[in-house]
């Protein structure tokens, strides 16, 4: 190991030690002694800890005094404290207990148990796993939930369902000797099962397969399992409805098959309600369209969520849509935008919604979302649909709500010069032109040699879609502040993933760490991202492998018209869709790129058509209708072949790393493999490495690390920089 690698993993260490902000909580408001007025706010945070391997979750505490429109005063209590072992918590909305789903091990034997903590006992614990009514607790963001009930009698969550154990045609049966226990577990097992394919929400989400509606009694310690969701449903996203009368929850419909869930909001599902004592359900909303993120008014009157269509695209641009609890009556707030608006207002693009997002009036609903290339922080008016951002003006790249409740939003700040931070501040009222008073909580360090701009192209009229014409898009310039000697700066060029998703200006620790060697980073989002309406998202179907090459390529060759930067030192790399891209550029373009890194890349569409967990999206990209029960016809097959990089390998002549996570569902490795050996095939100078235990995105800790050193070094070493 020579000094360039260890300086590169110090500064790799160094700059990871930022945590980002995950969850904050803020408490009711409580009247101190001397009639100030003062709330908590809870945060969580996660860090990646090298030496443990490990992503920790640590929280903190803030008190915030106020006057319901204004902070007084705020400052920490206390230090961080690392969690461990907690799946899921939840204070109740008193504040006066907490749940705690924990997952701990027993005598060698992994348990999970419900934890109901009042003040500072804790008063339950109850052993989920023995208590055997269903299998593991979902704490994923897809279909998990850990809710009070509005009277802090119940809790409810989201768990797999209970699955008969299978046993062997050859198990001898129960003798008389064994433990009653153990005889009446052999009476509910099947046998013939064992081997039974189960299937699952396929990438991030395998094991998960039925889910089930939960609820605990605590009074009564009871858990039961919620009756009258329909067979052909996947309950998640639940919460407890006015009254506490039952539950209103996403169905996600799983015939006639399921399709991947993760990244794919696109997924036909519904609304339902179902009721407590009957078991009856009710779909609230239509049973042909997508939804996510349903939220309850603070006057219980109106669920507001996200809307999009099934098929196409799998992020595009939603629609809010609202319930109205009493009159049953479905209205959209906020419709589709095609093309942005004159304000500015681009869409709403995103696949959750905060925790909390409605004014204390009921009136208004808030949405931290990308706008082009930053991401920001609007309002919407619901009576009138109006949306106006609180930070167009700001030169923060991202806003992210973390938590809004009694107009004290809390909000985590990051730009790609500055690790995220703590703000809060109140919402002003609907009729005032006043500005947000933001207050820093906890602050971060900004970097002062790292620059950021973003950058807008015009496509040239040969590049423009006649079906969408007129349509620009951006890049996201990262460079060192002071640029050495002219002419000589590299480059890296990142491609996004998706292809419908988006780089906002935030903070992004792999490329702050290459600024910081002295490389620039230029991350594009080509036509085809989210953020700039939903005509632009529509205008890649089709095109991919051309439209989204051609746009990588026009910026990146506009950037190098600016004398900073050293032409023959350009590389690209990418991930998924990005890794796509990276191998289009460096067919499509030989020689100009001198070191290529895909992560899990596309490289063949119709190989992977069969194999990924969503297979629509080789079909929808390539530009057809997709169908879960045809086999596409022989001139789709041929598209698909047609728009993959593979189509363009023996003009490669760049050199090629490539990251393969052994149990990506959304890409499978052999992918990658095809690919190495096209290469290989070719005496291409490639290198692979395998990551077991890491699925598409290859963020597990070491897996992560061990990418960027490689990555970076494959880099330097390709680039002649050393
Ligand atoms: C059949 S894989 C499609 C590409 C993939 N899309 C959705 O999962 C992708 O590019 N993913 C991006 C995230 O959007 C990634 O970086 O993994």
Redesign the pocket.
């Given at each position: 190991i020579d000094f360039f690698t260890i300086f590169l993993s110090k500064l790799y260490r160094e700059l990871s030690l930022y945590p980002s902000l995950s969850r904050a909580d803020v408490g009711p408001v409580i009247t101190s002694q001397y009639g100030g007025k003062y709330s908590n706010i809870y945060t969580e945070w996660s860090q990646r800890d090298l030496e443990r391997n490990e992503n920790v979750k640590f929280c903190r505490q803030y008190i915030v005094f106020h006057d319901d429109k204004s902070l007084v005063y705020s400052g920490a209590s206390g230090n961080c404290t690392e969690i461990r072992g907690e799946v899921l918590s939840k204070d109740s909305p008193s504040g006066e207990m907490k749940a705690v789903v924990r997952e701990c091990t027993v005598k060698g034997e992994e348990k999970q148990f419900l934890e109901i903590w009042s003040k500072n006992i804790k008063m339950k614990s109850i052993n989920l796993t023995a208590l055997k009514k269903h299998g593991k607790v979902y704490e994923d963001e897809q279909f998990g939930c850990l809710v009070w009930s509005h009277s802090e009698t119940h809790l409810l969550y989201v768990a797999e369902k209970k699955r008969p154990k299978a046993e062997s045609f050859f198990q001898l049966s129960s003798s008389i000797d064994e433990e009653e226990t153990t005889r009446l577990d052999r009476k509910e097992t099947v046998k013939g099962e064992q081997f039974a394919y189960h299937e699952d929400w396929g990438?991030a989400l395998v094991n998960k397969s039925c889910p089930v509606l939960c609820v605990l009694d605590i009074e009564g310690d009871n858990v039961s399992v919620l009756e009258g969701v329909p067979d052909d449903i996947s309950p998640g996203q639940a919460f407890w409805a006015p009254g506490d009368t039952g539950v209103v929850f996403v169905g996600w419909w799983h015939e006639p098959f399921r399709l991947?869930l993760?990244?794919?909001p696109n997924r036909r599902s519904s609304l339902f309600y179902v009721d407590l004592t009957g078991g009856k359900c009710e779909q609230l909303s239509s049973g042909s369209s997508a939804v996510c993120s349903p939220r309850l008014s603070p006057d219980q009157c109106r669920i507001i969520y996200l809307e999009c269509s099934v098929y196409g695209p799998?992020?595009q641009c939603s629609k809010l849509c609202m319930y109205d609890w009493y009159t049953k009556k479905t209205s959209v707030v906020v419709d589709e935008v095609k093309r942005s608006k004159e304000d500015g207002f681009a869409g709403i693009y995103c696949s959750q919604l905060s925790p909390k997002c409605w004014s204390a009036d009921s009136q208004r609903v808030l949405i931290s979302c990308p706008q082009r290339s930053r991401k920001d922080l609007l309002t919407v008016d619901i009576s009138t649909g109006s949306v106006t951002s609180l930070t167009a003006e700001s030169d923060i790249g991202s806003w992210c709500l973390l938590n809004i409740e009694r107009d004290l939003m809390v909000v985590s700040c990051s730009s790609p010069n500055c690790p995220p931070y703590l703000v809060v501040g109140f919402l002003p009222s609907r009729d005032s032109q006043e500005k947000v008073v933001w207050v820093t909580l906890e602050g971060s360090q900004m970097l002062p040699d790292i620059g950021w701009q973003i950058m807008t192209f015009t496509p040239p009229p040969e590049h423009d879609n006649s079906q969408y014409p007129g349509l620009d898009f951006e890049a996201l310039l990262i460079k060192p502040k002071e640029v050495k000697a002219e002419g000589n700066l590299p480059l890296i060029v990142i491609p996004?993933?998706?292809?419908?998703?988006v780089i906002v200006a935030e903070w992004i620790l792999s490329s702050s760490v290459l600024c910081s060697m002295g490389f620039a980073v230029l991350l594009v989002n080509y036509r085809g991202s989210l953020g700039f309406g939903q005509d632009n998202i529509l205008s890649l179907l089709g095109n991919v492998g051309s439209q989204d090459v051609k746009d990588v390529q026009f910026a990146v060759e506009s950037v190098l018209k600016n004398g900073d930067f050293d032409g023959q030192k350009v590389a690209v790399s990418g991930?998924?869709?990005?890794?796509?891209l990276a191998c289009h550029l460096i067919g499509q373009h030989p020689g100009f790129y001198k070191a290529c890194v895909a992560?899990?890349p596309?490289t063949n569409l119709a190989s992977?058509v069969g194999s990924?967990?969503?297979p629509d999206?080789?079909v929808v990209?390539a530009g057809y209708d997709y169908s879960p029960d045809c086999l596409p016809e022989p001139s789709v097959w041929e598209q698909m072949l047609n728009k993959s990089p593979i189509k363009h390998v023996t003009q490669v002549q760049t050199p090629v790393l490539l990251t393969l996570g052994e149990d990506d569902k959304?890409?499978p490795n052999k992918q990658g493999i095809e690919y190495y050996k096209a290469l290989k095939a070719r005496q291409i100078p490639v290198r692979l490495l395998w990551y077991p235990g890491n699925n598409?995105?290859l963020s597990k800790v070491d897996a992560e690390s061990d990418g960027f050193m490689n990555i970076a070094l494959w880099i330097i070493q390709h680039l002649s920089l050393r």
């Open positions: 990438e991947g993760k990244f794919c799998h992020m996004h993933g998706g292809p419908h998703s991930g998924s869709h990005g890794g796509f992560r899990n596309v992977m990924t967990d969503i999206w080789c990209e959304r890409v598409h995105s």
